[in-house]
């Protein structure tokens, strides 16, 4: 609310902060809010993290990667049609009975796990039914008609349901992200209304020649490109264009020597060709769309090179990859802001939700109105996308 007051009081200042309104200073909190541990399950790895299944799947994929006729070859071949084709049952049944005893034991003591939940909710109180259910949806990853050891089964249903999280925190991560460019165009909508005719037509003006710049700006290669990666092998890998090969830039690029490329490892070779498009320095420099910038670059890198869909990207694939034709892609990216973030219909909803919220929450007294009319993100962004991003973790765990 300070803020407002001061642009009402203080017109020296207003332009600037107007645009920074737009644009990046306004907009503190939320990007406060974006770094935040409960924000960590928007990326991969912090999904990862967040399941309550983790020190199984970790220990079932550090059992696996254990034995060196499975690592990491057969590893990166663990997808839903490798499972159906029935060669990763004989690869299972090949591993030293040492592992297998490991894997069973690993499954018994999350069966227990999952067990124990039950009973803990029954000691709370749950009906039995609902008990029930809950332990029945706490054990989609595990094949519960075979208790006793770990086979084919087990392994399909671990990796369909950690694929089906994965898929859901990208859905997640971008409907807030709309949420929250919703919220910035509300924002900048509500302050314009505050200017007088000639301080609105110097903002208008302002925000017109940033978007010339970028307009204007070096343009982003396709993800994963010939074009890009030969940008990184020569300016980040010091190498000479004509001595390009496949193989070596992606061993280069496999900071964890395992063989495979993840999530932080595609991000990192996308961040490099992204940056110069996102200048820090700039008044507009907004990290979270960079970020959701790097984001859309990921998925379409591993739409393009991961063929298995394991979320992972071995040397084989890679190499196939530049084989391709994808890999010759010419044409540049399509960056954040060339297409709208919602559609008229979904921008009206959350103008109205909004308005909606602001006028409970001033009638319940948790806040009040700022002199100058507006209520902003300080007042209530927080809690209105805390409550929705909340809400949607719970519909997952139906």
């Given at each position: 609310m300070a803020k407002i007051a001061a642009l009402v009081l203080n017109w020296s200042i207003i332009l600037t902060i107007a645009i920074s309104s737009y644009f990046a200073t306004a907009l503190d909190n939320l990007k406060e809010r974006t770094n935040k541990p409960q924000n960590e399950r928007l990326n991969v790895n912090g999904i990862i993290n967040e399941l309550d299944y983790k020190n199984y799947l970790a220990e079932v994929v550090e059992l696996l990667r254990s034995d060196d006729k499975f690592n990491p070859k057969h590893f990166s071949d663990m997808n839903v049609i490798g499972l159906k084709s029935g060669n990763f049952a004989k690869h299972l049944r090949g591993l030293p009975r040492d592992i297998r005893s490991k894997l069973d034991e690993a499954k018994r003591l999350e069966l227990d796990r999952i067990r124990k939940l039950g009973e803990e909710l029954l000691k709370r109180g749950h009906k039995e039914s609902e008990v029930q259910k809950q332990v029945k949806r706490k054990s989609r990853h595990l094949d519960i008609d075979q208790i006793s050891t770990f086979d084919k089964e087990d392994l399909r249903r671990l990796i369909v349901q950690t694929n089906e999280e994965i898929a859901y925190v990208d859905k997640?991560?971008?409907?807030?992200?709309?949420?929250?460019?919703?919220?910035?165009?509300?924002?900048?909508?509500e302050l314009m209304k505050r200017l007088s005719p000639e301080m609105k037509k110097k903002v208008e003006k302002n925000v017109y020649d940033l978007y010339l710049r970028h307009r204007r700006a070096k343009p982003i290669h396709m993800p994963g490109s010939k074009i890009h990666l030969l940008t990184v092998w020569e300016e980040h890998d010091r190498m000479s264009k004509e001595n390009f090969n496949a193989e070596t830039f992606f061993r280069l690029h496999d900071l964890d020597n395992n063989g495979l490329w993840d999530e932080p490892e595609i991000n990192i070779l996308n961040n490099k060709e992204a940056s110069p498009h996102y200048d820090k320095n700039e008044k507009d420099f907004d990290p979270?769309?960079?970020?959701?910038?790097?984001?859309?670059?990921?998925?379409?890198?591993f739409g393009e090179m991961d063929k298995d869909v394991d979320?992972?990207?071995?040397?084989?694939?890679?190499?196939?990859?530049?084989?391709?034709?994808?890999?010759?892609?010419?044409?540049?990216?399509?960056?954040?802001?060339?297409?709208?973030?919602?559609?008229?219909?979904?921008?009206?909803?959350?103008?109205?939700?909004?308005?909606?919220?602001?006028?409970?929450?001033?009638?319940?007294?948790?806040?009040?109105?700022?002199?100058?009319?507006?209520?902003?993100?300080?007042?209530?962004?927080d809690h209105y996308l805390a409550t929705n991003t909340a809400d949607a973790l719970k519909l997952n765990q139906l």
């Open positions: 997640l991560r971008k409907e807030t992200f709309k949420i929250y460019e919703m919220q910035k165009q509300l924002e900048f909508e979270k769309e960079k970020q959701e910038e790097i984001d859309r670059m990921r998925e379409y890198t979320h992972l990207v071995s040397l084989d694939e890679f190499i196939e990859y530049s084989k391709s034709i994808a890999f010759e892609n010419k044409k540049y990216w399509d960056p954040l802001g060339n297409s709208p973030f919602a559609t008229d219909e979904e921008y009206a909803k959350h103008v109205t939700e909004h308005q909606a919220e602001t006028v409970r929450m001033i009638e319940a007294g948790l806040i009040k109105l700022p002199l100058s009319g507006i209520v902003t993100h300080e007042d209530i962004n």
